[in-house]
């Protein structure tokens, strides 16, 4: 079974700093795929950013990016400039490739961005 | 474009009543997932559903729980004699077919608050 681990429940950083959020899974498949999701407290669950397992190229969104290390199994989450409205709950998720596959979650870590 | 709509938005019910919960996927999305979230946890796997067809239910507890995507109409998320630990917020995602893998859309949840 894949497993999600984010050791970091809760992460402090100041307004226009870079903060980054580590997440490691740990899956026996050779195709996947990895996502960050945030929620803030609408509870609304956004997607920040998506890495396929074949693909060495880290993804980047804007002031989001990621480091993938497939070999380590590691997939840690970049903020730059962070800004309030970052704000909120951050979860890393895995899904098998294919068409059928669901997504297993972290427990989360909580980023507040302060003044 | 309406994205994936839930209703109620909150939702109390007594022990030993009923919970239903509705999910409208977004338009020209014919798949369906339902995900649960305990206080302070990251979401859990519970079902997936294409039009008419349970495609898997690995997450659902085996008693009490149910689960429908009808030709015409919402999703519901059926739970029968409620009790406290059933509360929590429940999410519906959809996406369309083969797009799992690009991180489906989720609705704002329901959050259920068993008294």
């Known amino acids: 079974a894949q497993t999600v681990t984010q050791s970091q429940p809760e992460m402090s950083v100041q307004e226009a700093e870079t903060v980054t959020l580590s997440c490691t899974y740990d899956?026996?498949?050779?195709?996947?795929?990895l996502f960050w999701y945030k929620q803030p407290p609408s509870r609304q669950m956004i997607l920040v950013i998506r890495q396929e397992a074949y693909k060495q190229q880290n993804a980047t969104e804007n002031r989001f990016s990621v480091n993938f290390q497939k070999a380590a199994k590691s997939f840690s989450l970049k903020i730059s400039d962070s800004q309030l409205g970052d704000t909120a709950m951050y979860f890393c998720a895995h899904s098998n490739g294919g068409t059928a596959s669901k997504l297993t979650f972290g427990t989360g870590t909580r980023l507040q961005v302060t003044l | 474009n309406a994205g994936v709509m839930q209703n109620p938005r909150h939702l109390v019910r007594r022990r030993g009543q009923e919970a239903r919960l509705r999910c409208s996927p977004m338009k020209g999305h014919s798949h369906v997932y339902w995900y649960r979230q305990l206080p302070e946890e990251g979401l859990k796997f519970m079902v997936y559903l294409q039009k008419e067809n349970i495609i898997d239910e690995s997450g659902m507890p085996k008693e009490r729980f149910s689960a429908e995507f009808p030709k015409e109409g919402p999703s519901i998320l059926r739970i029968q004699q409620v009790v406290r630990g059933d509360s929590a917020a429940y999410f519906c995602a959809s996406s369309p077919e083969g797009a799992i893998n690009y991180g489906y859309t989720f609705g704002s949840g329901t959050r259920l608050t068993v008294v």
């Open positions: 899956t026996s498949e050779n195709n996947y795929y």
